[in-house]
């Protein structure tokens, strides 16, 4: 693993080849803890049912973003929701099926780039992803204008991340994880790479600064930006996320933006 530069094609190949074999694995660990009808905005435990950060749905037509196995669209389907679930990931799309099966709460599904959305532009009314998407692209600000163009006037767009800060840190869950040792400010990638040199994953880093920008620069007004705090009770660790790190600094960030109407 290193930090260094990866172009936009190794990025891209590295996140759906990573995402394809790990699929099974990674809802076998969390699947539990995210459900298969549900919208978890982050390791803190944060609900939209109780959140209510994309405001009424009830007949609303609704993107997720890098929806993975799909349960939060699955969700805003019990809620009313028109909701359509893409992700770059075959094999997530494979385990949101799966999902689909054992709710029986149907969703459509589509396999996409997140940075080239196959839907037409102000046909959608809110669009979302909690921890999808944004991170694992090249180019995310690509990905705020692909939003800002299919979503219609007035459309919301919310989307949840790690928490920029926590890149200062190493991903330990322990007292490991509480020493700075990394700039704020290198943006290079967090990548793995196997014995060829060629990526397997990919995670981009941006600033709160950068993130706020790319969503002025497509035309996006920010409404409300959410750092969850680490609830009493919780105890679950989560990769790096864990009750110590947790009730220090913030794990998450959860931007709410709007489409000027």
């Known amino acids: 693993m290193a930090r260094r530069r990866v172009g936009a094609a190794e990025n891209l190949r590295a996140s ?63 809620q009313g929701a028109q909701v359509v679930g893409l992700d ?9 099926r799966l999902a689909q099966d054992r709710s029986g709460v149907p969703v459509a599904l589509l396999q996409a780039d997140a940075a080239h959305l196959p839907l037409r532009d102000g046909t959608v009314d809110v669009a979302f992803t909690a921890f999808g998407a944004v991170p694992f692209v090249d180019d995310s ?18 989307f949840s991340v790690t928490h920029p800060m926590r890149w200062i840190f190493l991903d330990d869950p322990g007292e490991g994880g509480l020493v700075a040792v990394h700039s704020y400010f290198d943006r290079r990638p967090y990548v793995e790479y196997d014995a060829t040199g060629a990526a ?3 995670e981009q880093h941006r600033t709160l600064g950068d993130r706020i920008r790319e969503l002025v620069a497509a035309g996006f007004v920010l409404t409300d930006l ?36």
Do not use: N
Request: hydrophobic share 45%; aromatic share 10%.
């Open 141 to 158: 600000a690509a990905v705020m204008r692909e939003v800002h163009r299919i979503l219609r006037p007035g459309g919301r767009w919310v």
């Open 226 to 261: 959410i750092e969850p705090e680490w609830p009493d009770g919780h105890e679950q660790v989560w990769g790096q996320w864990s009750p110590l790190r947790g009730r220090i600094f913030p794990g998450t960030a959860i931007f709410v933006a709007q489409k000027a109407a």
């Open 16 to 78: 759906r080849s990573w995402w394809d074999a790990e699929a099974d694995a990674y809802q076998a660990e969390h699947g539990d803890f995210l459900g298969d009808v549900d919208l978890m905005w982050c390791p803190e435990g944060l609900r939209e049912a109780d959140a209510g950060l994309l405001g009424p749905v009830a007949g609303r037509r609704v993107v997720e973003v890098g929806c993975g196995a799909a349960a939060g669209a699955r969700w805003l389907a019990t």
């Open 200 to 202: 397997t994953y990919v």
């Open 88 to 96: 770059l990931s075959a094999g997530m799309l494979r385990q949101a």
